[in-house]
């Protein structure tokens, strides 16, 4: 029994991970069992360890020139690749050792010696105990047994089946790298790799979840991540106690500051650049098996308003378009409050002219204005989840007759303004404008519009107002959200509003980057100009 | 299991807040009778009096919605109630509308002509107290009666309320009138000394079709209206006071065979009073710039002896202007420029002396006007379109 322990804590001060999953279970006593030398014990204990499971496949064998030596793989069937089993392990195992003709000085029942003249693959570990056996055989590795061995071989084969790397459908871009991350992550860090190739760029794994026992990564640049949000991040990583992360927003939802709050405080992309560019500020980006979504924290409000493409293309446009950003999460959040308030509350700010075509308008609406705002956007969201959730050629259905029905019928009824059909689908444009607070937008509109109900532009007011303060009391992994603009952060502002030309941007988000890492290689001297540097100056 | 409890009670709570609120003095547009335009005249029979309000007719007004517009029947509803002041009357309107009167878009507040003549004073006060009115409202002095003007149904605006905002808010075309509003206009009345203006307006019969038109502005004493201006006359107004924006001004041409029409580009007015030898002479310097807009005569007027003659009669032309409405102000005994108030500025002792009979002493003061014109473009011709006649 103290053996036992002993060993676990020696083991689990080698493979911190594996300690950290160990200690989450309720530990099982057989599952810390060492290996035994006997084939068929061990055969056994896999067997009843897996419940009898149907898809374990066991082969045994013998080898050796003379076949004294027994053997056994032993795999997942649809997880290993058959064909590699049989090419490069049971192939040279059972023929390869015939080859060598004296073996009285290699002894095989030692795995080790198995494994280095036996075995032509890259990716074997030995194994000792049975836990970490069931572990690498669950996770898709061939076993290998050999009979009077107490270790056992496990070899990686095959590929795992993913998906190609596409274009993420939610982050289409027109200028700029059309990959994406698919849901196996060693393919999602390996595009990482290659957008920074630095050892700077560091990769921590951690395993997640007592039943499904995801590999969670995480990724940052170390000269510039700062080490106590690296801290940080592992801290709440290690909190984590739950039966399965399923997709990164399980993690999400962990880790996050304010879980009440309606504002996320984790982004998250699918895009290999997008996670580059970010942990290069000095964020720590984390990604799970399973998923293409990679978190990135802290995550700041303007980040929202912030596009990949903003980068890419030259500041003038970009800087435009990220006003029309800010200008429509405005118009999403507050667009039917502004309408009901004015309409109902405040008739003599409306221009003369325009009051009498919204008169007009709703002539013939039975509906007081609150209401009225509150089907629409109603109605709006339902023919958006319908939408969404249904195949193509259905939803486009949906949204067909949902526009017809919505827009010209409700209006031609006398059930619905106009105006308001114009309001309701503006808003509703708006809010796709801004993806990153969709959910924020959609949930404030209603909050506005209730108020905007009850007590007018007052009500709207207040409910800025207190919407500020918890925006300016939020934090994300210890930076202020709404920096730079609240603590007010001078070179911050060049990546605000307006986007400086890239070679002005030279200093890191200070709230962020660890505090010698906040100047980046570009700098103002960079401004490019024929003049400067050895350039050829000849047209 | 008791949160739960209480967030039930507060999501219900919420949604009864929404659903039962009468809405903190919320009024859903349906409601409301969305005042234009106002006319206030004097009952005949009763003496009280009559409120003419101009509602929009939302029902006819015919929106973009398409269906349902046109129909023939009038965008506006000129809906009417007699009462012993204008609030009293506005109150009494809901027997006939169902809803109490919006007055926050009103555009534009007519008298009636009898209603002027017995002083503005006492009406005025309810518009500058009536929290939705705005003092930006403007005043017109019907020559007959206003509910006649709310009446006339314009050819291109739909409500008439707006027909006549539009004519007068144009009057920098011709300078020959000037928007008052309610603010100007108690401004005006409460300074005490100088005149008071408000467009006139009144409808031309000589046709089938009934066209409102403004063809002055009357003039008030004390609140009460005591004459009217002719066009020219305002203009004589506007000159000294600086407001002159812009107009035409017709000279004879210098062979006497026709005309020349000059268009205001700019005007300045100075003004300067002095006391001399018992004399009060107001010296006026205005300067303008002008341009050739249209010429009758064959003879070319763009040159530079042809633009000093042109000049000199456009100047004479402004001082006439002047002259004549100094004259009508005479008559009137009415300071219409607001001499009194210039020379106030500069002598404030002598006006303490002065200021009580003002009225008196005004047709004798004695102006000097110095008109210094200039033409500044002739506008695309460099000669009038007619065969050369060798001139050149």
């Known amino acids: ?539 | 299991m008791i949160l739960y409890k209480k967030i039930y009670v507060f999501i219900l709570c919420f949604i009864m807040l929404v659903a039962l609120s009468g809405c903190l003095g919320g009024r859903e547009i349906n409601d409301l009778e969305i005042v234009i335009g106002m006319g206030i005249d004097k009952d005949k029979d009763t003496g009280d009096i009559l409120l003419t309000a101009q509602i929009v007719n939302e029902k006819e007004a015919g929106g973009a919605s398409g269906e349902g517009g046109g129909g023939g029947g009038k965008a506006y509803w000129n809906v009417n109630s007699i009462g012993k002041s204008i609030f009293d009357a506005a109150r009494q309107i809901t027997h006939k509308t169902g809803n109490r009167l919006f007055v926050s878009h009103n555009q534009v507040v007519i008298f009636g002509h009898d209603v002027a003549a017995e002083g503005l004073q006492k009406h005025i006060d309810f518009f500058l107290r009536a929290h939705e009115m705005r003092p930006t409202t403007l005043i017109l002095v019907a020559e007959g009666r206003a509910s006649d003007i709310m009446d006339a149904k314009p050819e291109t605006e739909r409500f008439p309320a707006m027909n006549i905002t539009k004519l007068v808010k144009t009057y920098g075309f011709t300078s020959h009138l000037y928007k008052v509003n309610m603010k100007d206009f108690a401004t005006c009345l409460m300074s005490g000394t100088s005149a008071t203006f408000a467009p006139l307006v009144t409808v031309s019969q000589d046709r089938e079709n009934k066209d409102v038109f403004v063809p002055g502005m009357a003039v008030f004493k004390n609140g009460k209206m005591v004459g009217k201006l002719s066009h020219d006359e305002v203009r004589g107004v506007l000159w000294v006071l600086g407001k002159v924006e812009s107009g035409v001004v017709i000279v004879p041409s210098p062979d006497g065979k026709g005309k020349a029409v000059l268009e205001i580009v700019n005007a300045k007015s100075k003004v300067k009073p002095e006391i001399k030898d018992g004399r009060i002479i107001f010296h006026i310097k205005i300067e303008e710039e002008l341009s050739l807009s249209e010429q009758t005569t064959r003879e070319n007027l763009a040159t530079v002896p042809g633009f000093g003659k042109v000049q000199e009669a456009a100047g004479k032309v402004v001082r006439q202007e002047i002259m004549a409405a100094f004259e009508r102000s005479k008559e009137l005994r009415l300071d219409i420029f607001g001499f009194g108030e210039m020379l106030h500025k500069k002598y404030k002792n002598e006006w303490k002396i002065m200021e009580h009979n003002w009225d008196d002493i005004y047709p004798t003061i004695e102006l000097d006007i110095h008109v210094d014109s200039r033409i500044v473009s002739n506008d695309l011709l460099r000669r009038p379109a007619s065969p050369d006649e060798g001139g050149e």
């Open chain 1, 1 to 539: 029994m103290f053996r036992y322990i002993f060993r676990r804590i020696r083991c689990s001060s080698l493979k911190n991970e594996n300690d950290r999953m160990k200690n989450g279970t309720a530990p099982e006593k057989k599952n810390s069992e060492p290996l035994l030398p006997s084939l068929e014990n061990n055969i056994r204990a896999i067997r009843e360890n897996l419940r009898g499971s149907s898809d374990l496949a066991v082969h045994e064998f013998n080898f050796g020139h003379d076949r004294r030596y027994r053997g056994a793989i032993v795999f997942i069937s649809d997880m290993a690749d058959k064909d590699e089993i049989n090419k490069n392990i049971l192939q040279p195992l059972m023929f390869g050792s015939l080859l060598i003709s004296s073996d009285a000085d290699i002894d095989y029942t030692k795995i080790d010696n198995v494994a280095r003249n036996l075995v032509p693959v890259t990716d074997s570990r030995k194994v000792a105990l049975l836990y970490e056996l069931l572990d690498s055989l669950l996770a898709g590795a061939v076993i290998l047994l050999v009979d009077g061995s107490k270790e056992a071989l496990a070899v990686r084969t095959g590929k795992r089946e993913s998906r190609s790397i596409d274009e993420p459908a939610t982050e289409a871009v027109v200028r700029g790298p059309r990959e994406g991350f698919n849901e196996n992550v060693n393919t999602s860090i390996a595009l990482i790799r290659q957008k920074i190739k630095s050892p700077d760029l560091c990769v921590e794994k951690l395993v997640i979840g007592e039943k499904s026992k995801t590999d969670v990564y995480i990724v940052y640049v170390k000269s510039v991540a700062d080490p106590k949000l690296i801290e940080e991040v592992r801290k709440r990583l290690d909190r984590i106690k739950t039966d399965a992360i399923l997709e990164s927003g399980y993690i999400e939802q962990f880790i996050e500051d304010d879980p009440w709050s309606i504002f996320p405080t984790v982004s998250n992309t699918e895009k290999p650049d997008k996670v580059a560019a970010k942990i290069l500020e000095g964020r720590v980006a984390i990604l799970a098996d399973g998923t293409p979504f990679a978190l990135v924290v802290p995550m700041l409000f303007i980040e929202s308003f912030q596009s990949v493409e903003d980068y890419y293309t030259r500041p003038f446009l970009a800087s435009i378009m990220r006003m029309v950003r800010f200008l429509s999460y405005i118009i999403s959040t507050l667009g039917p409050a502004a309408y009901v308030a004015l309409t109902v509350f405040h008739q003599e700010l409306i221009p003369t002219q325009l009051l009498i075509s919204i008169a007009e308008g709703r002539e013939r609406v039975p509906f007081p204005a609150i209401l009225e705002a509150f089907l629409m956007i109603f109605a709006f969201e339902i023919l958006r989840e319908a939408g969404v959730r249904l195949p193509k050629p259905v939803g486009q259905t949906v949204g067909i007759v949902g526009a017809i029905v919505l827009g010209e019928a409700s209006v031609q009824a006398g059930l619905i303004s106009p105006i308001m059909v114009i309001v309701v689908s503006a808003t509703a444009i708006a809010s796709f404008a801004v993806p990153a607070q969709t959910d924020s937008g959609t949930i404030l509109r209603y909050i506005f519009l209730a108020l905007a109900g009850i007590a007018g532009g007052f009500g709207v007011i207040l409910g800025l107002l207190v919407t500020l303060l918890h925006l300016v009391s939020l934090r994300s992994f210890g930076t202020p959200y709404l920096w730079p603009i609240a603590p007010l952060n001078i070179a911050g502002l060049r990546d605000f509003l307006i986007r400086m030309p890239l070679w002005m941007l030279s200093r890191r988000p200070q709230a962020i980057v660890r505090s010698d890492g906040n100047t980046r290689s570009q700098g103002p001297d960079l401004m490019p100009s024929p003049n400067k540097g050895g350039g050829n100056d000849t047209v």
